[in-house]
């Protein structure tokens, strides 16, 4: 576990940067420029299909941070969010995850695409990667600083004894 503290930490560190001085007014008080910052909560439940033994239902919630970073193109209106997720699984079993990856959104849509690794001591194991997850999600911003969003993820599975994950997800994002 402390082996997964430290990597939660250091990962946090760099997905998260600090504002730059570029960004603060002349009295020092923030510009109003956005910070970037975007803070997730979500429930997801579904399957990891294809299993041999032990229950196949998936529940969990999943707190996540990221940093949205525009395209320096204005006009394509492509924004990347590398982030760091925290996943606490309540089914099949109480287990914790840490999900490093990255959204892109698509263009003139509300759509975003994910991907991200999954490594979970779920199932009674060490901390192992268990997935490759790969999503899409629907996100309607309600206001410029909250949205809500329905997602949809599944994945490759990385290892002997996991199946392969479906999930569905309603998650709610704040950018401050």
Same mark, same amino acid.
């Given at each position: 576990?402390?082996?997964?503290?430290?990597?939660?930490?250091?990962?946090?560190?760099?997905?998260?940067?600090?504002?730059?001085?570029?960004?603060?007014?002349?009295?020092?008080?923030?510009?109003?420029?956005?910070?970037?910052?975007?803070?997730?909560?979500?429930?997801?439940?579904?399957?990891?299909?294809?299993?041999?033994?032990?229950?196949? $239902? #998936?529940?969990?919630?999943?707190? *996540?941070?990221?940093?949205?970073?525009? &395209?320096?193109? /204005?006009? !394509? @209106? %492509?924004?990347?969010?590398?982030?760091?997720?925290?996943?606490?699984?309540?089914?099949?079993?109480?287990?914790?995850?840490?999900?490093?990856?990255?959204?892109?959104?698509?263009?003139?849509?509300?759509?975003?695409?994910?991907?991200?690794?999954?490594?979970?001591?779920?199932?009674?194991?060490?901390?192992?990667?268990?997935?490759?997850?790969? $999503? #899409?999600?629907?996100?309607?911003? *309600?206001?410029?600083?909250?949205?809500? &969003?329905?997602? /949809?993820? !599944? @994945? %490759?599975?990385?290892?002997?004894?996991?199946?392969?994950?479906?999930?569905?997800?309603?998650?709610?994002?704040?950018?401050?």
């Amino acid at each position: 576990m402390r082996t997964l503290a430290l990597i939660a930490a250091g990962a946090l560190a760099l997905a998260l940067p600090s504002r730059a001085p570029a960004q603060l007014a002349p009295s020092g008080a923030p510009s109003g420029v956005p910070t970037g910052l975007a803070l997730a909560g979500s429930l997801a439940g579904g399957v990891e299909a294809g299993l041999s033994t032990g229950s196949a $239902g #998936v529940l969990e919630l999943e707190l *996540l941070a990221g940093w949205e970073i525009p &395209s320096s193109a /204005a006009q !394509t @209106g %492509l924004t990347i969010r590398p982030e760091l997720a925290f996943g606490l699984g309540l089914a099949p079993d109480l287990h914790v995850a840490l999900r490093p990856g990255v959204r892109v959104s698509v263009p003139g849509t509300p759509l975003w695409l994910r991907v991200a690794g999954d490594w979970a001591n779920a199932r009674g194991r060490e901390p192992h990667w268990r997935w490759l997850l790969l $999503g #899409v999600a629907w996100e309607t911003r *309600l206001t410029s600083v909250l949205g809500l &969003s329905i997602e /949809a993820d !599944t @994945g %490759l599975p990385l290892g002997d004894s996991t199946g392969l994950p479906l999930l569905l997800r309603a998650a709610a994002t704040f950018r401050p």
